[in-house]
Every structure is written in structure tokens, then in C-alpha cells.
């Protein structure tokens, strides 16, 4: 069983950096938007990624002068995932529509994304850059170093979030657990019950 946990860390950005976060947001807007509109353009909203992967992937990559193909991937994901609870609504007979992204954000993944012990490198609209954290002392008792800092937790990504003039990254982490059942035991077994 997993344990996720989501730590937020600022980053220190320079301007020449932010520069380049702010086109690469823009970018992977714009690139969610343009699956979220194909999905909708059809009879049926379509919600398989790899069906808007197959007719989308190669016109966005084109139209963003090839933007990073993992953030174009992430981008398609999210737009997806939109595209899905939007139908969800409209079966439990709630009202949704199209999903627009404004929300100044990206999705990173371990191929977008190197979390190091001090520093984060990440993927923009032109290659990479690296933006060092902006962290509590390591030994202190926050959630940076319960999860982050922790030996127990792996990163498996984080979304990057621009808000009120800062950088913020969302790192997602998690760990295995043992299960309290053990393995192969029923739940008959378990609840003492027989068959």
C-alpha cells in the first residue's frame, strides 16, 4: 500500500529563469487547452489519453515549435483527467462544462523534473534550468523533513504553481507500507468466518 504526501517548497528563481517559467506555464496552458477543445469537438467527449495522444501529440508538439515532449504529455494527462470528471458529472446528472485552464501551473514528472538534495532542474519552453529550494534547517519538525528530507519517501513529481509573485513547488512523495492483512490471508480468515 502507498503513502502519499504532498510538500510544498518555494524556489529561488532568478529573472532570467522566471522568464522562461512564465512562457513554459503559458506553454503548458495552452497545450491543455488545445487537447480539452479536441476532446470536445467530436459527438462524444473523447477521455482516452491515448486517443488524444494519436491526434494531438504531433499538431501541439508543431504549433509550440516543439515544446518539450513530456510536458506536452503531462499536459494531455491533465486535460484528460478534465475531460473525464466532466463527463462524471454530466452521468450523476450534475451540470459541467468544457474544462478551461487558466490556474498558472505545470505538471513534472521524473522525466521533466531531477529533484537534487538542494535544487530542483526543470524543463522549459528552452531546455533546463536550476532553482535552488528555499528550505527550513533539515532537522526541524515540518513536513519538509518528515517526507522530503526523509530516506523513507520517494519524489515522483511535483506541479509547479506561480502564486502571489512566488515559485512554489508541490512535490509529491510517497513510501510503501505493509499492508495490516497478511498475505494471503482472506477476509474470511480474517474475520474469523468459514466457508
Sequence with gaps: MDVRRTVS???DVDSHDAALL?????????????VSDHAFEGEYVTTSKTTLDDETYDDVREATDGFNGGLV??????????CKSVVARWKQGKKASKPHFTSPHVVYDHRTATFHDEYVSLATVDGRIEADYVLPDASSD??????FFSDEYETTGAELHYTSGNWMLHVHCKKDVESDTPDGETDRERNGSRG
Design 142 to 147: 515540518t513536513p519538509h523533513a518528515e517526507y
Design 73 to 82: 504529455q503531462a499536459a494531455r494527462n491533465k486535460a484528460a483527467e478534465a
Design 9 to 11: 517548497v518555494a524556489l
Design 22 to 34: 512564465e512562457d513554459t506555464v503559458d506553454t503548458f496552458l495552452w497545450c491543455a487547452q488545445y
